[in-house]
């Protein structure tokens, strides 16, 4: 079971801009702009989850009904093809 982490705090910065998130990943110096969902993935993922937990975890925090796995497991691969997701 894979299981998945956001990169450790002391690599990025997030800045809040409007409906956007400027995230700076110190070990590449490159600047990602963000859109909804990809701030919420991060932060849900502060602990260690799994892609049903996370999946849950969403849900809960969000309020989700019509919540898509297959979806969720695409944007985990883009944020973690950018370095600012890990396997855990």
Do not use: F, K, N, W
Not at 4 to 30: E, K, N
Not at 32 to 54: G, I, K, N, Q, R
């Amino acid at each position: 079971m894979t299981r998945y982490v956001a990169a450790p705090a002391a690599s990025l910065r997030l800045v809040p801009l409007d409906a956007l998130t400027l995230a700076y990943h110190r070990p590449s110096g490159i600047t990602h702009v963000l859109a909804s969902p990809a701030p919420e993935l991060l932060a849900a993922l502060a602990a260690p989850a799994d892609l049903a937990t996370l999946l849950a975890r969403l849900q809960t925090d969000y309020d989700l009904a019509d919540a898509d796995p297959a979806a969720l497991a695409e944007r985990l691969a883009e944020l973690e093809t950018a370095g600012l997701v890990l396997r855990a």
